[in-house]
C-alpha cells in the first residue's frame, strides 16, 4: 500500500555533489522521522542523517557540515544534499521512512509501519 522509492546516487570524483531524493506514494496519512542510511562494503549499516515531521535534524559526524537532509511534507518527499563527497562516502544508500497510511478508503483506520527503499549505490572516486 506504501511504496518509498529512492532516486539519484552514481559515481563522482571526490570532491564532487550527488543529491538523493525518496519519495513515497500510497494512502499516505502523515510522515513521521526520515532517515538516510548508508553501508558501506564489509560494514554495518549506519544512520548517515535523520529529519523529524517538525524539521529537525540530525547526522553522523562524518558528514556534519557536508550533507543536508531535507523533505517537502506535501510532496511525500525527501532529500539528501551530499556535497564535498569522499572516498569513505561510498556506500549503498537507503532511505528510511515511518509512514502512517490509511487501511482503507474510508480514512476511518491508519496504521504506522517503518518502510524502506529500495538502495541507491553511491561511489566517490578518489
Known amino acids: 500500500q506504501v511504496q518509498l522509492v529512492e532516486s539519484g546516487g552514481g559515481l563522482v570524483q571526490a570532491g564532487g555533489s550527488l543529491r538523493l531524493s525518496c519519495v513515497a506514494s500510497?494512502?499516505?496519512?502523515?510522515?513521521?522521522?526520515m532517515g538516510w542510511y548508508r553501508q558501506a562494503p564489509g560494514k554495518q549499516r549506519e544512520l548517515v542523517a535523520a529529519?523529524?515531521?517538525?524539521?529537525?535534524?540530525n547526522y553522523v559526524d562524518s558528514v556534519k557540515g557536508r550533507f543536508t537532509i531535507s523533505r517537502d511534507n506535501a510532496k511525500n518527499t525527501g532529500s539528501l544534499q551530499m556535497n564535498s563527497l569522499k572516498p569513505e562516502d561510498t556506500g549503498v544508500y537507503t532511505c528510511?521512512?515511518?509512514?502512517?497510511?490509511?487501511?482503507?478508503?474510508?480514512?476511518?483506520?491508519?496504521?504506522?509501519?517503518?518502510?524502506w527503499g529500495q538502495g541507491t549505490q553511491v561511489t566517490v572516486s578518489s
Open positions: 529529519i523529524t515531521s517538525g524539521g529537525s535534524t
Open positions: 528510511n521512512a515511518e509512514i502512517t497510511y490509511y487501511g482503507d478508503r474510508s480514512g476511518l483506520y491508519y496504521y504506522t509501519e517503518d518502510y
Open positions: 500510497g494512502r499516505i496519512r502523515s510522515i513521521n522521522a
